[in-house]
């Protein structure tokens, strides 16, 4: 152990490590390595740094600690334990009112424990994002800094300095091999986000061997061209050393920092250190007692947090954390007088709420055969939202002139880090040509309590899945806007055209998949999903006109909120066929109706923009929409026919995707593939034996 | 215009810049800016440098020529047009012979054009890969130069320099900012592939606006720090200047080369030249006009080839690509006589083609109980096609010992640039955490003939979705080995366990999905998938184990051919409720059936592994598996339930995860989400009415 390191400093890693490797042991799973050699940096961090009441866990202007290696997920468990953070999230409170109990950390990777396998945001509280999938927390991260400056530029007043927190995520090789980190890297150093510090934890082993099989760029070099500071660590043990390179990220106030340390996987272990055998797998019982041994611990005795550990952490962290949120609480009780307004403002977005009159604005669009566009009508009403509602911001990967989602309203801003351009009080974000930083940056804002979204062409997801992924899994509200959503695209061809899309983000769990008809169905989607304050939703649109429907002999477009309602039904009693379509089908459906009718056949038109949400009505109003003894039915949607056979029944025709598409135009690539009125009404016809 | 063009340079280049304009122009969509810009380059490349025989455009040993910039689709028409590169990919041949006619590209993007909106690989000839989607030309290119450095590395030798080609990709900004590209660099660099040259077209504009409101970094810098070979050009239009930084490429034998060149979008356009409106839109009529008359082409004529240039493409890029292809020819005649063996190898590449005894060595398994998990049956099987075919090759992303990829034959190496880790005829290949880069590369590798593999867990296939697209779309025979394959891989917990991904790959057209019950269905599936010339599987396998299922008491595992089959029937007579399963789900519904007995209820059980080969089947043999007539149906996979009413029909139950996983040991999970035989026979009760 370094000579720098206090007693009682090298007594408090030693109890991270220490804990880690019992906690691993006992579940026979884990992942030890990078607990054991990062435990120096995350304490110093902590104890010395960190501006956090493990009282307070959720004060806006918390600094924020993302553990990008998620896999070492018992260095921050340990952490949170140690430092007492108190239990904030809704749901649970054990006995101690501890976040993380020592139980918690004996039952680590066990049903109910609050130390699952990867930290999960929402059921431990501490973990500032779920991590796990390498590169995320990294690129989330760059979201929460963005947030930072935006709530520092928007809030901040003289003499108030309400917002100044710092993010730090630690990382190993992994997340800077992703391509996520890569882009979010080069997004932070492009807008200059001096709050945001990385802390690399090159311990040069990766699953598979030593890094050198795999990794040989010159990281430092990297970053330096992505337009970030520098600093590096020589000797991981060395606290002096770490504290010295976080202090050079306070002092840098025009660009994001990546320290590098220099570390070795498995310190403390003396058979497996700098082995990738430290990476992945319990130690083994011999390993643990000689690491005890190594590390002045007593090998037999396991959970072990010595005298004055604890206490230790309260006495810096703690009480520090105490007293600047302390003081913070009463800069905002001063703020409040002298900027009321403002003040709302963030007690709102603390608490995940809207203004009063948020959707006093959102149009109603009247009936128009020709119609615009739900792209088009998308971007009306996001503007009308968003005057309202200052911390919606967000953008595009490229296309936000294409997706509609430029923000227009007066003062509305670009983010940007310098002048000309714009400042970091703009709304307009531009993420680049970069999807899965993206919808990461993304999380990272929703995380800090914006209504941030993100938005590209619905195939582009597909690069996006992994960020997408972890917006369900974390349960954010975040506003998903994805254009040009199936092969009536047109000319591009295969290669944008969706196909498989719709049915891939359907199977994700938690997520809200809404496709409106129409522009008054647009509206009513963000009726429904701006006041979530969880639960993500994707609002995907097209990129051609659609009718606007003549609501007053069709149902209203608030049927939308339960997911699928009876749009127009047969003329003079029950029908003979049901026509089940989503987003753009549904006008093909309606014209199919009325070729149906001229052939005596009473037809339904569903309109279901939201599965989700269908499943989630009573059996009753299901049976009222789809009477179970009408089996000719018709799906109709311009993509992959998974899953569609739940709503076709047996008996029913599904017209969907079963190939790629085409490079044509619109209307010639609609009939190559059969989806015309026509073809709709033949369908039907034929679910009748006729 | 330079003065460094020569006059008919002048006119081929301006040329191809008409052609492109006219094109798209006539389409009244495309994207003209990037086209216009790049011409000088990609024509100077051609002419000048490109070893490519337009009589014989899938001669193995050509140089390629990848357009990253897959938008710019023109500009590779206009030059496939020029260059007069014959048809020859099977199922077109028009009466020219031409892979492209000037009455395709009068067509472009419209249906039956052999010019659809971006390049289609398998459509139109001289497209060597699909682009558009951005960043996976250029990392599809790195596989192609690593194939180039394996096949040489193999099958040269003293005197028979059979393999030396080169790896050109054309690519913008956007290929740069996509993570998957940066992924594929660092690869590149790592492999120090001194065959692959990336020629960036910096024409600062994307299609939101200049570049630099999102993307200020120092590419030069990054792509040092990869440790590429970093080469600039001033001046677009400078031949002289193109063709020296073209000539440093051929230079440099030990690390790959990016050219940077400073461009302009849109060039010879006087009104939209470095705008934002030259990207993605038709110049408009009036623009066409005043850009043929800035480049000295009557503006009232359209789709004009002058005289004298398709002779001049024949004169230079034709006869040295003829005359190069030709000494190839007699040089591989001699080889053939001198190697024998070896040749055959490479024909056999050429022609997907398997030899002979490629399968002799496939081992099967003993019935046993406890049986092993499907990954570890995949490496056992993998290992012994690999001994017989050298030309399979991959890994995984740095999880290859976890996902038992690892080819331990003799000498089976391990593909590194240097020599104590391995060199470039080693058959183990190191992608590193960089998923997405990965199968882009895979694609590149399969599209150079090897049959190469990616493997990762399934999870972290979201990653890389775009690239898994690209070989669906491409329709490759690519191995994709996914591992970890459901919430059974326990302690890791929901970000690791996959749910939606199943469904989601399912719902992808041309991707064949297997999900194998044990290891001899593991051993039958690459039976199935290893002779395909085309058709991308993925073969998708647990972690824990499952029990080899005794073949003297069940059907033979050959049934896997046919995407499902009986595995056991009901004893005696017709079954009472039919159970079906995927992987290690069919364990389950073997043990429900057992249980189900004692009760007196007769059960099927159904093997599933593959519901695209099932689909594929007559109406015949569907009904024998699943009769109509038995609406008592249990369907049991540990994935999203998307697409399975299908099979369970509206009387069956559908046993799936509607939530994602949970940290806990396997037992505790499968007991939590209700994955065992109790809870199967019980469904199956229920589907009764008991």
Same mark, same amino acid.
């Given at each position: 152990?370094?000579?720098?390191?206090?007693?009682?400093?090298?007594?408090?890693?030693?109890?991270?490590?220490?804990? %880690?490797?019992?906690?691993?042991?006992?579940?026979?799973?884990?992942?030890?390595?990078?607990?054991?050699?990062?435990?120096?940096?995350?304490?110093?961090?902590?104890?010395?740094?960190?501006?956090?009441? /493990?009282? $307070?866990?959720?004060?806006?202007?918390?600094?924020?600690?993302?553990?990008?290696?998620?896999?070492?997920?018992?260095?921050?468990?340990?952490?949170?334990?140690?430092?007492?953070?108190?239990?904030?999230?809704?749901?649970?409170?054990?006995?101690?009112?501890?976040?993380?109990?020592?139980?918690?950390?004996?039952?680590?990777?066990?049903?109910?424990?609050?130390?699952?396998?990867?930290?999960?945001?929402?059921?431990?509280?501490?973990?500032?994002?779920?991590?796990?999938?390498?590169?995320?927390?990294?690129?989330? $991260?760059?979201?929460?800094?963005?947030?930072?400056?935006?709530?520092?530029?928007?809030?901040?007043? /003289?003499?108030?300095?309400?917002?100044?927190?710092?993010?730090?995520?630690?990382?190993?090789?992994?997340?800077?091999?992703?391509?996520?980190?890569?882009?979010?890297?080069?997004?932070?150093?492009?807008?200059?986000?001096?709050?945001?510090?990385?802390?690399?934890?090159?311990?040069?082993?990766?699953?598979?061997?030593?890094?050198?099989?795999?990794?040989?760029?010159?990281?430092?070099?990297?970053?330096?061209?992505?337009?970030?500071?520098?600093?590096?660590? %020589?000797?991981?043990?060395?606290?002096?050393?770490?504290?010295?390179?976080?202090?050079?990220?306070?002092?840098?106030?025009?660009?994001?920092?990546?320290?590098?340390?220099?570390?070795?996987?498995?310190?403390?272990?003396?058979?497996?250190?700098?082995?990738?055998?430290?990476?992945?797998? /319990?130690?083994?019982?011999?390993?643990?007692?000689?690491?005890?041994?190594?590390?002045?611990?007593?090998?037999?005795?396991?959970?072990?947090?010595?005298?004055?550990?604890?206490?230790?952490?309260? $006495?810096?962290?703690?009480?520090?954390?105490?007293?600047?949120?302390?003081?913070?609480?009463?800069?905002?009780?001063?703020?409040?007088?002298?900027?009321?307004?403002?003040?709302?403002?963030?007690?709102?977005?603390?608490?995940?709420?809207?203004?009063?009159?948020?959707?006093?604005?959102?149009?109603?669009?009247?009936?128009?055969?020709?119609?615009?566009?739900?792209?088009?009508?998308?971007?009306?009403?996001?503007?009308?939202?968003?005057?309202?509602?200052?911390?919606?911001?967000?953008?595009?990967?490229?296309?936000?002139?294409?997706?509609?989602?430029?923000?227009?309203?007066?003062?509305?801003?670009?983010?940007?880090?310098?002048?000309?351009?714009?400042?970091?009080?703009?709304?307009?974000?531009?993420?680049?040509?970069?999807?899965?930083?993206?919808?990461?940056?993304?999380?990272?804002?929703?995380?800090?309590?914006?209504?941030?979204?993100?938005?590209?062409?619905?195939?582009?997801?597909?690069?996006?899945?992994?960020?997408?992924?972890?917006?369900?899994?974390?349960?954010?509200?975040?506003?998903?806007?994805?254009?040009?959503?199936?092969?009536?695209?047109?000319?591009?061809?295969?290669?944008?055209?969706?196909?498989?899309?719709?049915? $891939?983000?359907?199977?994700?769990?938690?997520?809200?998949?809404?496709?409106?008809?129409?522009?008054?169905?647009?509206?009513?989607?963000?009726?429904?999903?701006?006041?979530?304050?969880?639960?993500?939703?994707?609002?995907?649109?097209?990129?051609?006109?659609?009718?606007?429907?003549?609501?007053?002999?069709?149902?209203?477009?608030?049927?939308?909120?339960?997911?699928?309602?009876?749009?127009?039904?047969?003329?003079?009693?029950?029908?003979?066929?049901?026509?089940?379509?989503?987003?753009?089908?549904?006008?093909?459906?309606?014209?199919?109706?009325?070729?149906?009718?001229?052939?005596?056949?009473?037809?339904?038109?569903?309109?279901?923009?939201?599965?989700?949400?269908?499943?989630?009505?009573?059996?009753?109003?299901?049976?009222?929409?789809?009477?179970?003894?009408?089996?000719?039915?018709?799906?109709?949607?311009?993509? %992959?026919?998974?899953?569609?056979?739940?709503?076709?029944?047996?008996?029913?025709?599904?017209?969907?995707?079963?190939?790629?598409?085409?490079?044509?135009?619109?209307?010639?690539?609609?009939?190559?593939?059969?989806?015309? /009125?026509?073809?709709?009404?033949?369908?039907?016809?034929?679910?009748?034996?006729?």
């Amino acid at each position: 152990m370094a000579q720098t390191q206090d007693k009682i400093d090298e007594l408090a890693i030693n109890t991270i490590r220490t804990l %880690s490797i019992d906690a691993i042991q006992k579940a026979n799973s884990g992942h030890p390595g990078t607990a054991m050699d990062a435990a120096p940096v995350a304490y110093t961090l902590w104890q010395q740094f960190l501006r956090y009441d /493990p009282k $307070s866990p959720h004060w806006i202007n918390r600094d924020r600690f993302v553990l990008s290696a998620g896999h070492a997920s018992m260095l921050l468990y340990s952490l949170i334990h140690l430092a007492g953070i108190e239990a904030a999230d809704i749901g649970y409170q054990d006995q101690d009112g501890l976040a993380v109990t020592l139980d918690d950390i004996k039952s680590f990777r066990e049903e109910g424990s609050r130390c699952p396998g990867h930290p999960e945001y929402g059921w431990t509280t501490g973990v500032e994002s779920t991590t796990g999938p390498l590169g995320q927390g990294v690129a989330t $991260s760059v979201g929460m800094a963005i947030a930072g400056k935006w709530l520092a530029a928007t809030y901040n007043k /003289p003499d108030f300095e309400l917002f100044d927190y710092n993010v730090y995520a630690l990382c190993g090789e992994g997340c800077l091999m992703e391509g996520v980190g890569s882009e979010a890297a080069s997004l932070a150093g492009h807008l200059k986000l001096s709050n945001l510090c990385w802390i690399f934890d090159n311990n040069n082993v990766t699953i598979d061997g030593h890094a050198n099989i795999t990794f040989t760029e010159d990281v430092a070099k990297r970053f330096d061209a992505y337009g970030w500071n520098v600093v590096r660590v %020589s000797d991981a043990n060395d606290i002096g050393e770490l504290a010295g390179a976080l202090n050079a990220f306070l002092a840098t106030d025009d660009k994001p920092t990546i320290i590098i340390i220099h570390s070795h996987i498995g310190y403390g272990s003396p058979g497996k250190h700098d082995t990738p055998a430290a990476h992945g797998e /319990p130690l083994g019982p011999d390993e643990v007692r000689r690491t005890k041994e190594f590390l002045g611990f007593d090998p037999d005795k396991f959970f072990v947090v010595p005298d004055g550990v604890r206490e230790h952490f309260t $006495s810096h962290m703690g009480s520090r954390g105490a007293d600047l949120r302390a003081k913070w609480e009463a800069l905002f009780a001063d703020y409040a007088r002298a900027h009321p307004e403002q003040a709302k403002q963030i007690e709102l977005i603390r608490d995940r709420e809207l203004p009063e009159d948020w959707d006093a604005d959102i149009p109603s669009f009247d009936a128009d055969p020709t119609g615009i566009a739900t792209r088009q009508a998308s971007g009306k009403v996001l503007n009308a939202i968003a005057a309202k509602v200052p911390w919606v911001l967000g953008g595009a990967a490229d296309v936000a002139g294409s997706t509609k989602v430029v923000l227009d309203y007066e003062d509305a801003g670009e983010f940007q880090s310098y002048g000309e351009l714009g400042d970091y009080a703009g709304h307009n974000m531009r993420y680049g040509i970069r999807e899965h930083g993206m919808c990461a940056v993304v999380n990272g804002m929703v995380l800090s309590g914006l209504r941030a979204y993100d938005s590209c062409y619905l195939i582009f997801t597909d690069y996006a899945r992994g960020s997408i992924r972890l917006s369900s899994l974390m349960d954010l509200p975040v506003l998903h806007i994805w254009t040009h959503d199936s092969i009536s695209l047109g000319q591009d061809g295969p290669t944008h055209q969706p196909v498989e899309q719709l049915a $891939s983000l359907r199977a994700m769990p938690g997520l809200v998949v809404i496709r409106p008809a129409d522009a008054n169905e647009t509206a009513e989607a963000y009726r429904l999903m701006m006041p979530h304050k969880s639960r993500p939703v994707a609002l995907v649109l097209t990129r051609q006109a659609v009718p606007t429907f003549d609501r007053s002999k069709m149902a209203p477009a608030s049927g939308l909120a339960k997911g699928a309602y009876v749009l127009v039904d047969a003329d003079g009693g029950k029908p003979d066929v049901i026509l089940i379509g989503t987003g753009s089908e549904v006008a093909l459906c309606v014209a199919a109706r009325d070729m149906l009718a001229k052939d005596g056949i009473k037809a339904r038109v569903v309109s279901m923009p939201c599965r989700e949400l269908f499943e989630e009505q009573s059996d009753d109003y299901k049976r009222s929409v789809l009477p179970p003894e009408i089996g000719a039915r018709v799906t109709v949607e311009e993509a %992959s026919p998974l899953g569609w056979d739940r709503y076709a029944g047996p008996e029913g025709i599904v017209l969907g995707m079963n190939t790629f598409g085409l490079s044509a135009p619109l209307k010639v690539v609609s009939e190559h593939f059969g989806f015309t /009125p026509e073809k709709v009404a033949e369908a039907a016809k034929k679910t009748l034996g006729r």
